[in-house]
C-alpha cells in the first residue's frame, strides 16, 4: 500500500480540496485495513467490505485509500451521522470499527499551538496525532447479509405498481404483491 502522504495527495485530488476529514479518512482506511489484514486493497478488492457511517469528506478519503464503492457494493453507507466506518475481512470475519474521537479537535491545540486558524491546526495536527488520541479502534463482529455482498445482483423483481425493477431483495411486500420501495413506503419525488 501507497504511504499516507501519497494516498492524501490522491485522496485530495479526487474530494477537491485538502481538509481536516480528508487526513482523518486517509489515517481511518490506513489502521482499518492494518487491523483486518488486508496489505494491497487493489489485489484484494473482493476480500474485505466497508461500511461508512457519514457523508462527509473523510468517506472521499476512505473510498479513495480502499477503491471500495457504492457501485462495487463494497461500500455500505449508513446515515448515523457519525464520523465512524467499520472495515469487515469478508474472508476471515475480522471486523474493526474505528470512531473519530470528537475531543482530538481540542487536543490538536498542543500539536500545532503556532497556528491560529483552527481548521488548519486539526488538519495539521491530525496529521502527526498518536491514533489513539484521534481514533477509537473496536473489534466488532458484522454479518454483512447475502443481498448486500459484493457481486452480480441476486435477483431482480418487477414492481406491481409503477413497472420499475427492483434488484437485491430491496422489494417489500405489501397485501400480497411485490412493490418498490417508494410504491410501498412512499416516494422522495412527486412525478409530475
Not at 481536516?20 to 474485505?48: C, H, N, T
Not at 485509500?65 to 453507507?77: D, Y
Request: with cysteine; charged share 30%; aromatic share 6%.
Amino acid at each position: 500500500m501507497e504511504n499516507f502522504e501519497q494516498l492524501l495527495e490522491k485522496s485530495t485530488k479526487i474530494h477537491g480540496h485538502i481538509c481536516a476529514g480528508q487526513v482523518i479518512g486517509v489515517r481511518m482506511s490506513m489502521i482499518g485495513l492494518r487491523e483486518i489484514g488486508i496489505d494491497d486493497p487493489k489485489a484484494q478488492r473482493k476480500d474485505f467490505y466497508v461500511l461508512v457511517e457519514i457523508d462527509r469528506c473523510a468517506t472521499d478519503a476512505i473510498q479513495t485509500v480502499t477503491g471500495c464503492s457504492l457501485g462495487k457494493r463494497s461500500l455500505k453507507w449508513l446515515d448515523y451521522g457519525i464520523m465512524a466506518a467499520t472495515f469487515v475481512n469478508l474472508k476471515t470475519g475480522q471486523a474493526v470499527r474505528i470512531t473519530a474521537l470528537e475531543e482530538s479537535r481540542e487536543t490538536s491545540k498542543k500539536y500545532c499551538p503556532e497556528i491560529g486558524d483552527k481548521y488548519k491546526q486539526q488538519l495539521e495536527a491530525y496529521r502527526i496525532m498518536p491514533e489513539a488520541e484521534l481514533f477509537k479502534v473496536q473489534a466488532v463482529s458484522v454479518t454483512v447479509p447475502e443481498k448486500d455482498m459484493p457481486g452480480r445482483p441476486m435477483r431482480r423483481v418487477q414492481c406491481e405498481r409503477c413497472g420499475d425493477w427492483v434488484q437485491d431483495c430491496r422489494e417489500v411486500m405489501l397485501d400480497g404483491k411485490a412493490l418498490c420501495k417508494p410504491c410501498a413506503l412512499g416516494r422522495y419525488y412527486e412525478v409530475i
